[in-house]
């Protein structure tokens, strides 16, 4: 998963899917191509989910740091500044999706902190502090109603991670 000017690169990933013989025995060429590709499943599907699963987390990171930058730049804040300043904090969200994705694997969102109760107050004061600054709400605002559904659902206690239960709902 890389722009353009990625391919060839050390970094480079690339998700292939098919036969481990025949990966094993192209891998020196397909280094040529990405530096980190990786053989994922037998099944060629797989690769096109793996990136579709990269894309809905870049857009939705990018769109949680574009609805930031709007409200902090309807104050005059520099967008770098806080990146310098709340960098740390930014590192710790990123540090924290292995254990969100163990959560999600194991099926249990039982939370001894962070459960979604306590979510739902700043999720209600980005919501307000956005339309005061007249910020578009629909992102918070799409967040808050998740929130709120899990809930009235019976999952206060529950982590965050509760709400991939409203993304598997058919």
Known sequence: MTIAPGIGGAET??????SHAVFNHFH????????????????????????????????????GFLHAAALLSS????VKRFLDDAGPSVAALLASFPMIADEVDRGEYATPYGALQHHRPSVEDLVRESGARNIDVAFPGYTLGL????????????????????????
């Open 13 to 18: 990933v690339i998700f292939y899917g098919g």
């Open 28 to 63: 020196p060429t397909l280094q040529l191509i990405g530096g980190r590709g990786t053989l994922i499943s037998a099944d060629p599907g797989v690769p096109a989910l793996y990136g579709m699963a990269v894309h809905g987390t870049t857009w939705g990171a990018l769109n």
């Open 75 to 78: 104050e005059g804040i520099e």
């Open 147 to 170: 929130v709120n559904k899990a809930v009235e659902d019976g999952h206060a206690n529950d982590s965050y991670s509760r709400l991939i239960e409203h993304f598997r709902k058919q």
